[in-house]
Protein backbone atom coordinates (compact mmCIF):
# COMPACT_ATOMS: atom_id res chain seq x y z
CA UNK A 1 0.00 0.00 0.00
CA UNK A 2 1.38 3.76 -0.85
CA UNK A 3 1.33 6.07 1.74
CA UNK A 4 -0.52 9.25 0.79
CA UNK A 5 1.98 12.30 0.06
CA UNK A 6 1.10 15.62 2.13
CA UNK A 7 0.18 18.37 0.09
CA UNK A 8 2.26 20.65 -1.57
CA UNK A 9 2.14 23.96 0.43
CA UNK A 10 0.81 26.99 -1.33
CA UNK A 11 3.35 29.51 -2.79
CA UNK A 12 3.99 31.97 0.05
CA UNK A 13 4.57 35.39 -1.56
CA UNK A 14 7.01 37.70 -0.31
CA UNK A 15 6.22 41.32 1.14
CA UNK A 16 8.43 42.78 -2.13
CA UNK A 17 6.27 40.90 -4.56
CA UNK A 18 2.96 41.24 -2.09
CA UNK A 19 3.34 45.33 -2.40
CA UNK A 20 3.50 44.74 -6.13
CA UNK A 21 0.74 43.31 -6.36
CA UNK A 22 -1.32 46.05 -4.03
CA UNK A 23 0.23 48.44 -6.10
CA UNK A 24 -1.15 47.02 -9.70
CA UNK A 25 -4.70 46.44 -8.11
CA UNK A 26 -4.66 49.77 -6.65
CA UNK A 27 -3.52 51.45 -10.55
CA UNK A 28 -6.06 49.88 -11.93
CA UNK A 29 -9.32 50.77 -9.68
CA UNK A 30 -7.47 54.20 -10.31
CA UNK A 31 -7.47 54.11 -13.89
CA UNK A 32 -11.18 52.59 -14.13
CA UNK A 33 -12.54 55.24 -11.61
CA UNK A 34 -10.79 58.21 -14.15
CA UNK A 35 -12.25 56.69 -16.87
CA UNK A 36 -15.91 56.28 -15.17
CA UNK A 37 -15.68 60.16 -14.82
CA UNK A 38 -15.43 61.37 -17.70
CA UNK A 39 -17.45 59.16 -19.61
CA UNK A 40 -20.11 60.26 -17.16
CA UNK A 41 -19.03 63.97 -18.23
CA UNK A 42 -19.33 63.48 -22.18
CA UNK A 43 -22.50 61.14 -21.46
CA UNK A 44 -25.63 62.89 -22.41
CA UNK A 45 -28.46 62.74 -19.95
CA UNK A 46 -31.15 60.66 -20.47
CA UNK A 47 -34.60 62.82 -21.00
CA UNK A 48 -36.85 61.33 -18.60
CA UNK A 49 -40.12 60.13 -18.94
CA UNK A 50 -43.35 61.52 -17.03
CA UNK A 51 -45.04 59.14 -15.35
CA UNK A 52 -48.72 57.81 -16.59
CA UNK A 53 -50.98 58.53 -13.63
CA UNK A 54 -54.11 57.39 -15.62
CA UNK A 55 -54.74 54.47 -17.32
CA UNK A 56 -56.63 54.09 -20.91
CA UNK A 57 -60.38 54.12 -21.16
CA UNK A 58 -61.10 50.06 -20.65
CA UNK A 59 -64.42 49.04 -22.47
CA UNK A 60 -66.29 47.15 -19.71
CA UNK A 61 -68.01 43.48 -20.79
CA UNK A 62 -71.51 43.69 -21.27
CA UNK A 63 -73.38 40.77 -22.36
CA UNK A 64 -74.91 40.83 -25.39
CA UNK A 65 -77.93 38.82 -24.62
CA UNK A 66 -80.86 40.06 -22.32
CA UNK A 67 -81.59 36.91 -20.19
CA UNK A 68 -84.03 37.08 -17.41
CA UNK A 69 -82.26 35.32 -14.13
CA UNK A 70 -83.61 31.78 -13.42
CA UNK A 71 -86.91 31.43 -11.48
CA UNK A 72 -85.25 29.42 -8.76
CA UNK A 73 -84.07 32.75 -7.89
CA UNK A 74 -86.59 35.00 -8.35
CA UNK A 75 -89.08 32.85 -6.03
CA UNK A 76 -86.58 32.74 -3.42
CA UNK A 77 -85.87 36.69 -3.63
CA UNK A 78 -89.48 37.26 -2.95
CA UNK A 79 -89.89 34.98 -0.64
CA UNK A 80 -91.18 32.25 -2.24
CA UNK A 81 -90.99 28.52 -2.10
Do not use: F
Request: aromatic fraction near 4%.
Amino acid sequence: MVSPTPKALRYQLTAHERQLCHEALLNDRHERRIRRDEQKDTKKAAKKKAAKHTTPAMEIPQSKQRRPPPPSHERWWRGGC
